[in-house]
């Protein structure tokens, strides 16, 4: 029982350590590097790495300090390149990826018993993947230690209010920055709100430095942790719960839990594992989650307010100088993707984790409304590129967008449906639509229809892109181009012709039966028709 409380205690101080450490290197890293050229500062950060590292890693009994110093040696050695060589010679390039990899193998290999070096591309891979979940470790770290110090039962629903303020912070960080280049009109009015806020402030800068601090920071806990987590569980294999009571009640490093009778052949590995799984399961997320939803929301709805007003009903009053309404609403298409995109993702995240909640009508009706906003970004996203490509014309690219557009906005409707229908399988349905969606642009003529669009648009306005129609479409879209024999275009009409003559030399190619291609063997007919019929 001792051992295994003095296990939780040491690890609950190392973890501690580790949170402070790892703040400390975020710090560093932004005094370093925040727009500083990359030399002396590369080696100096390496070595409070490695401190770190030592600091996780000295107590284990499998500890090796002798191999430890002599693979930092070698990390120091090629770190030391960046001020030692040019930055863009040969050596730095190399080093570039060779010292993450090293410091990622660095703990495997300072151990007495590590023997499996095959291994070791796995073992980097690995812990480069599990210390990405760092940035959420130590938000969650944060609140314990604040937890802790005055008490959660007392102040949970504040800590809850907390934490939920910090993730909206997060997620505006991206979010405010993304729609402000989206749409010029709510850029003008998030530039007058922080010239009032922030006088004298140069509020970008200091985004990105409370910004580089968060994402180091959280990186090298996960790291950090990710070898704090091998070494508890090696040494609790030597802690045997048998030897205990039938009924005991031990402390963890987020506090008491209790636990029933342990049977001969579980381990303390398997008892931490039981009160960390129990633990969390007592912590409470819907008020963060609420206050989070209430904030996005509050957001959105002042963005879809614009999109409406201004795109959707085409308002015009209050557009910044020198924009023509035009140029503000062919403007920010892809932005708008990407935030439809961002908002989707989090309603799926969202509504997969309440759906295991109780009396969560509330977060239902905050993912619901979420969802509504997501349907006229959307919306928004739609009309600015369809008035874009009457401007510019019509691509593949801006083809691709129209059908994420359709299927988000699909998928948008699909989830809304299952927020409130928990039977619903959202996952099975939404990944049998995307499959059809998918045989669908695996029937249509994806280039013959965009070469269609851009002849249509050349008799009616008088203007194309040939370079772009002959050039960049395959012979897929030979058919729609054979219209323009018809058609009077000027000086291009010997740029027709070279199209078509190249399209004749699938006739000229001696090809196997196997070589067989419906598309191009109906461009060749079409090249015959377009010199015969001329």
């Not at 100096?44 to 790495?49: E, G, S």
């Not at 569980?233 to 008491?256: C, H, I, V």
């Not at 008892?271 to 912590?283: A, G, I, M, N, P």
Request: proline residues 2%; hydrophobic residues 45%.
């Amino acid at each position: 029982m001792d051992t295994a409380i003095q296990l939780n205690e040491r690890g609950n101080s190392k973890s501690t350590l580790m949170f402070i450490y790892a703040i400390g290197l975020g710090m560093i890293f932004d005094l370093l590097f925040y727009e500083n050229n990359i030399g002396l500062n590369y080696p100096l950060y390496a070595l409070f790495f490695l401190g770190g590292i030592y600091m996780i890693m000295k107590d284990d009994e499998s500890f090796s300090f002798i191999r430890f110093m002599v693979f930092s040696a070698v990390i120091m050695y090629t770190s030391s390149s960046y001020a030692r060589f040019s930055f863009s010679s040969v050596v730095t390039i190399l080093d570039f990826f060779a010292v993450p990899v090293m410091f990622a193998v660095l703990p495997a290999l300072s151990r007495k018993d590590f023997k499996e070096e095959k291994r070791l591309p796995l073992i980097a891979v690995d812990r480069f993947v599990r210390s990405l979940g760092g940035f959420f470790f130590l938000v969650e770290k944060t609140f314990n230690l604040s937890s802790s110090a005055v008490g959660t039962r007392d102040r949970s629903r504040t800590y809850g209010i907390i934490a939920g303020l910090v993730l909206s912070l997060l997620a505006m960080v991206v979010i405010i920055p993304l729609m402000a280049s989206a749409d010029m009109v709510f850029n003008e009015i998030m530039l007058k709100i922080t010239r009032n806020m922030t006088s004298g402030i140069e509020l970008e800068r200091f985004i990105s430095h409370i910004l580089i601090i968060f994402l180091v920071s959280g990186y090298m806990f996960g790291f950090l942790g990710t070898i704090l987590n091998k070494t508890e569980k090696k040494s609790s294999l030597d802690y045997n719960p048998a030897d205990e009571a039938p009924n005991m009640e031990d402390t963890l490093p987020y506090g008491p839990v209790s636990i029933g009778r342990l049977s001969a052949d579980e381990t303390a590995e398997k008892l931490l594992e039981r009160k960390s799984s129990k633990e969390r399961t007592d912590f409470d997320s819907t008020i963060p989650l609420t206050v989070f939803l209430c904030v996005m929301n509050l957001v959105f709805l002042l963005f879809s307010y614009i999109q409406v007003k201004y795109i959707i009903l085409g308002g015009t009053d209050f557009l910044p100088e020198n924009i023509t309404y035009a140029e503000y609403a062919r403007s920010g298409f892809f932005q708008m993707m990407i935030l439809s995109v961002i908002n989707f993702s989090i309603t799926i995240f969202l509504s997969s984790h309440i759906s295991r909640l109780e009396n969560t009508k509330k977060l239902k009706i905050l993912l619901t409304t979420l969802s509504i906003f997501t349907l006229i970004v959307v919306f928004s996203s739609y009309s600015r590129m369809n008035l874009y490509e009457n401007t510019y014309g019509y691509t593949r690219l801006r083809f691709l967008v129209y059908i994420i557009l359709f299927t988000e906005a699909g998928l948008n409707l699909m989830l809304m449906y299952g927020i409130w229908n928990k039977s619903f399988e959202f996952l099975r349905y939404g990944l049998l639509s995307v499959l059809l969606v998918f045989l669908m642009l695996n029937t249509v003529n994806i280039d013959g229809y965009i070469a269609s669009r851009n002849i249509d648009r050349y008799v009616e306005t008088n203007d194309i892109d040939m370079d772009y129609l002959l050039y960049n479409l395959s012979s897929d879209a030979s058919a729609e181009v054979l219209r323009l024999k018809d058609m009077e275009i000027g000086g291009q009409k010997y740029y027709v012709d070279k199209y078509f003559e190249n399209l004749k030399d699938y006739g000229t190619r001696n090809l196997s039966l196997f070589e067989f291609n419906l598309s191009d063997r109906s461009a060749y007919k079409n090249a015959e028709e377009y010199f015969e019929t001329r």
